[in-house]
């Protein structure tokens, strides 16, 4: 999902809306939702960066920054992320919807959100996507009212 070309890659240039802040991209608007409220500038870097790539390198560099509760969080803000972006944009919908019936699979390294380097990774931002699909498809769906900006439940 790292194909800029297409729409349901993270780094594909639909805009997506966090906290009241719009992202040029689900892969900034990913990265940017590690930090908490006392890292807003890292969080402004990420949106101003001119690609997906540049903004996970700030986050990259910035590791050290990233609020406490990531790990615990980052499936559910990373699906929500997900769902603003094909509630969005038709073009992500029908994207989505031709994947029906079909695994979406993330091809990197990363153990985590992608394969990983053996093919056994935990596939998390497949899944997620997945979820979408079925929750955008078999449910009704509606936006969620605009969380505040780094609330501490997050």
Known sequence: MRDATNPISHWAAYPVRRHGIEFFTSEAACQAEAFGKDAANIVEEIRQAPSPRIAMEIALRNRKKIKRNWQRVRRRLVTRI???KVTR???VRQALWETWGYPIKLDTKDPYWGLGTNGNGGNVAGAIMEQCRERLFRE???????EKMFADEY
């Not at 009704?140 to 009212?145: I, K």
């Open 89 to 91: 944009h038709p073009e």
């Open 140 to 146: 009704p769906y509606t936006l969620p009212q605009e």
């Open 82 to 84: 997900c769902m603003d």
